[in-house]
């Protein structure tokens, strides 16, 4: 027997529950659930993942991924660089650092050869979800509830009445809760990606490793 795709099986969970359909239509249920998902993906920085940049003599700025959220790292030559925050004048840094702005990252010191690269650690938006979509990988089966705890908050709050408020209350926490565990088990996925490699030997991108499978 074929499992139900998961949209179409929150979208009937809620239905049978409390998305009254005189109240909600499939669109707008739809839209609770992907919202949830991309609320919970981008607040738990859950999707994260590595790439490299090659360097070119010259150039102190490169764009970031289009679905760049946050840099959680960054890496040249087997060293972390730091961040630096937003320059809004000149100052006299040098060495290993970096910053970014407005989709580009830039490195303080100027690459003066077109060799090499520099390795991106960061976290990525997610796109939105149809009914006919599945969550990515890294938002794996055993976070679904988050979704339909996000879409049955906004349910209670904007289709019942002032006495379901702290249903919705409750619907709103348990979604809190679980972003706060999917980012602690995000980051404890990222320590096992690394395979016990102090980052500061990080010369490639490593292996994610997925501790539900």
């Given at each position: 027997?074929?499992?139900t795709?998961?949209?179409?099986?929150l979208?009937e969970r809620l239905?049978?529950?409390?998305a009254?359909?005189?109240?909600?239509?499939?669109?707008?249920?739809?839209r609770f659930?992907?919202?949830?998902?991309?609320?919970?993906?981008?607040?738990?920085?859950?999707?994260?993942?590595?790439?490299?940049?090659?360097?070119t003599?010259?150039f102190?700025?490169?764009?970031?991924?289009?679905?760049?959220?946050?840099?959680?790292?960054?890496?040249m030559?087997?060293?972390?660089?730091e961040?630096?925050?937003t320059r809004?004048?000149?100052?006299?840094?040098?060495?290993a650092?970096?910053?970014?702005?407005?989709?580009?990252?830039?490195l303080?010191?100027?690459?003066t050869?077109?060799?090499?690269?520099?390795?991106?650690?960061?976290?990525?938006?997610?796109?939105?979800?149809?009914?006919s979509?599945?969550?990515?990988?890294?938002?794996?089966?055993?976070?679904?509830?988050?979704?339909?705890a996000y879409?049955?908050?906004?349910?209670?709050?904007?289709?019942?009445?002032?006495?379901?408020?702290?249903?919705?209350?409750?619907?709103r926490t348990?979604f809190d809760t679980?972003?706060?565990?999917?980012?602690?088990?995000?980051t404890?996925?990222?320590?096992?990606?690394?395979?016990?490699?102090?980052?500061?030997?990080?010369?490639?991108?490593?292996?994610?490793?997925?501790?539900?499978?």
């Open positions: 027997m074929t499992p795709a998961p949209m179409p099986f979208l239905r049978s529950s409390i009254d359909p005189s109240l909600f239509d499939d669109d707008t249920v739809t659930l992907s919202d949830g998902y991309v609320a919970a993906c981008e607040r738990s920085r859950c999707l994260r993942t590595w790439t490299t940049q090659p360097l003599a010259g102190q700025e490169y764009a970031l991924p289009s679905d760049w959220l946050e840099t959680l790292g960054v890496y030559n087997g060293a972390p660089m961040e630096l925050s809004i004048a000149p100052r006299g840094d040098d060495g650092f970096y910053y970014s702005y407005d989709g580009v990252i830039g303080v010191t100027t690459p050869v077109s060799s090499g690269n520099y390795i991106l650690h960061y976290a990525r938006r997610p796109a939105a979800l149809t009914q979509s599945t969550p990515e990988t890294l938002f794996g089966p055993e976070w679904y509830w988050l979704m339909r879409a049955a908050w906004h349910i209670y709050r904007l289709g019942y009445g002032e006495e379901y408020v702290p249903e919705a209350n409750r619907q348990m679980g972003v706060a565990m999917l980012e602690r088990y995000s404890s996925r990222d320590e096992a990606a690394t395979n016990s490699t102090p980052v500061a030997h990080i010369t490639s991108v490593p292996s994610v490793v997925n501790t539900f499978a």
